[in-house]
């Protein structure tokens, strides 16, 4: 009940940002990740949706994935698989993500593993893993860099420039 309930709602929004596209006013939208035992059910319902006949020339919207999570790579690799089948495009918000502690906690309380990387250099590396593979998959996967970190954010420019993909900057406050 609660996924259909989810959808209905996305659509409403889905179907807002078909309005707007028919008008040429180009407006987005990113789906966020708050926590981790919602992650796959989130990529589902997007999935799911986007692939529906009225939302399938929406390029404007796009998905977080957050880079602390051991598997981001994986999912990468799965959204990249899905976005081709789709024939569209997807944004990547790239994040590293910013509940370490919580999704620790949470792990421990609901009896799993941790999804995350206990070393902040682990993820720090990983998320440039990540940056590289999402190099290899334009123009399926387009990439937003979003990190306040110059060093990444350096990073992304020089692949960017290297392979002369384009990718969108983000950072809290600039």
Not at 147 to 164: C, D, F, G, I, P
Request: glycine share 4%; net charge neutral; charged share 25%.
């Amino acid at each position: 009940a609660s996924r259909q309930a989810v959808k209905a709602r996305l659509r409403l929004i889905l179907d807002k940002l078909v309005l707007a596209k028919e008008k040429n006013i180009p407006i987005g939208l990113t789906i966020d990740l708050e926590e981790f035992r919602l992650r796959d059910f989130t990529y589902e319902l997007v999935k799911e949706l986007l692939i529906e006949p009225q939302y399938q020339s929406l390029i404007h919207v796009g998905v977080v994935v957050q880079a602390y999570h051991r598997d981001s790579l994986n999912v990468l690799q799965d959204l990249a698989a899905w976005s081709q089948q789709r024939g569209q495009s997807i944004l990547i918000r790239l994040v590293k993500g910013a509940y370490h502690h919580l999704e620790i906690e949470e792990a421990q309380l609901y009896g799993y593993e941790s999804p995350v990387f206990t070393e902040k250099w682990m993820s720090d590396f990983h998320y440039e893993r990540c940056l590289d593979f999402l190099m290899t998959q334009y123009p399926y996967l387009r990439t937003a860099v979003a990190s306040h970190n110059l060093r990444t954010q350096a990073y992304a420019m020089v692949l960017s420039e290297r392979k002369k993909i384009p990718i969108e900057a983000q950072m809290l406050f600039g």
